[in-house]
């Protein structure tokens, strides 16, 4: 059943995308080039996606579970720390330099050329050198990190 | 770049979706709709329990693969693409989140840490395009 709702999910998250045009990393650009020919789309899109989103998530952190009966840990995140801002500007770096995030790039892939595969490659790679840095800085020692590749060792701290 | 010129009813129909999909991943199965973790976690996992996040992603492409992706126009190199990519990648595993994940739902979920890392990650890109602008006129 969970495997169904996340096809589904996945459907209409790939279908939005692709109706808001963000898939085109032209029209993301054309959002952050501020100084330019500035065009709000992607501001409208984010706006609309987080007010559909919102009730889910008051409904969720009221019941602190879901409807499958999943425990649901959904409690406001105000945990602010230096990764935080120091992967969300590295981030921000990519994500002006090539106009895709990991949505788009995933969608990309589709149409089997050379940059899609250069964007999304690079993704994968940065994401484990995170956890390989992950587990040389954890407190921890590292080893469970090691242990468990491709997980952000925040994972059980600081969700979203 | 100028991109194109996309009427307001696609923007907000699209963004609709997004959040409508994020939201019944949340109501439904108690999972957030953060793409580049899912990406990421898709690597050390993809059975049982941990079998919904490639079947996300399957979703994810569906549409592109039956309706095709319409205009792409990359504004970079493939060798700029793929360090961007690691930046991207490396980036939002620290941050734990990016646009979806941070974006709609920690936005959705009214979490001030997502706020923040969404100001970061925009205003430091503004910043980027800006700069590569200033670097290299058009």
Same mark, same amino acid.
């Given at each position: 059943?969970?495997?169904? *709702?996340?096809?589904?999910?996945?459907? *209409?998250?790939?279908?939005?995308?692709?109706?808001?045009?963000?898939?085109?990393?032209?029209?993301?650009?054309a959002?952050l080039?501020?100084?330019?020919?500035?065009?709000?789309a992607?501001?409208?899109?984010?706006?609309a996606a987080?007010?559909?989103?919102?009730?889910?998530?008051?409904?969720?952190?009221?019941?602190?579970?879901?409807?499958?009966?999943?425990?649901?840990?959904?409690?406001?995140?105000?945990?602010v720390?230096?990764?935080?801002?120091? #992967?969300?500007?590295?981030?921000?770096?990519?994500?002006?330099?090539?106009?895709?995030?990991?949505?788009?790039? *995933?969608?990309?892939?589709?149409?089997?050329?050379?940059?899609?595969f250069?964007?999304?490659?690079?993704?994968?790679? #940065?994401?484990i050198?995170?956890?390989?840095?992950a #587990?040389?800085g954890?407190?921890?020692?590292?080893?469970?990190?090691?242990?468990?590749?491709?997980?952000?060792?925040?994972?059980?701290?600081?969700?979203? | 770049?100028?991109?194109?010129?996309?009427?307001?009813?696609?923007?907000?129909?699209?963004?609709?979706?997004?959040?409508?999909?994020?939201?019944?991943?949340?109501?439904?199965s108690?999972r957030?709709?953060?793409?580049?973790?899912?990406?990421a976690?898709?690597?050390?996992?993809?059975?049982?329990?941990?079998?919904?996040? $490639?079947?996300?992603?399957?979703?994810?492409?569906?549409?592109?693969?039956?309706?095709?992706?319409?205009?792409?126009?990359?504004?970079?190199?493939?060798?700029?693409?793929?360090?961007?990519?690691?930046?991207?990648?490396f980036?939002?595993?620290?941050?734990?989140? =990016?646009?979806?994940? %941070?974006?709609? =739902?920690?936005?959705?979920?009214?979490?001030?840490?997502?706020?923040? @890392?969404?100001?970061?990650?925009?205003?430091?890109?503004?910043v980027?395009? @800006?700069?590569? %602008?200033?670097?290299?006129? $058009?």
């Amino acid at each position: 059943m969970n495997a169904l *709702v996340a096809l589904i999910a996945g459907v *209409v998250f790939g279908a939005g995308l692709l109706l808001s045009g963000m898939t085109n990393p032209a029209n993301v650009l054309a959002f952050l080039e501020v100084t330019g020919h500035w065009q709000p789309a992607l501001a409208y899109t984010m706006a609309a996606a987080v007010a559909l989103a919102f009730p889910a998530y008051a409904i969720v952190r009221r019941r602190r579970r879901a409807l499958l009966g999943e425990v649901v840990d959904a409690r406001v995140q105000s945990l602010v720390d230096a990764p935080l801002l120091l #992967g969300s500007s590295i981030f921000g770096i990519g994500w002006g330099l090539s106009g895709v995030c990991p949505g788009p790039g *995933v969608i990309l892939l589709t149409t089997g050329s050379q940059p899609a595969f250069a964007f999304v490659g690079g993704l994968i790679v #940065g994401a484990i050198a995170a956890n390989v840095a992950a #587990g040389r800085g954890h407190p921890s020692g590292g080893t469970r990190a090691w242990r468990r590749p491709y997980v952000s060792y925040r994972d059980r701290r600081s969700r979203f | 770049m100028a991109g194109e010129v996309i009427p307001v009813w696609r923007s907000v129909a699209g963004g609709a979706l997004i959040g409508a999909a994020a939201g019944l991943l949340m109501l439904v199965s108690g999972r957030v709709a953060g793409i580049s973790g899912i990406v990421a976690r898709s690597l050390q996992a993809s059975f049982g329990k941990q079998a919904w996040r $490639p079947v996300f992603l399957l979703g994810l492409v569906l549409p592109a693969l039956f309706l095709g992706v319409g205009p792409v126009d990359w504004s970079a190199s493939s060798s700029v693409l793929a360090t961007a990519g690691v930046l991207v990648g490396f980036g939002t595993r620290l941050a734990n989140g =990016c646009t979806s994940g %941070h974006g709609v =739902c920690g936005l959705a979920n009214l979490s001030p840490r997502s706020l923040l @890392a969404t100001a970061t990650f925009v205003a430091v890109a503004i910043v980027t395009v @800006a700069t590569r %602008h200033a670097l290299s006129p $058009p």
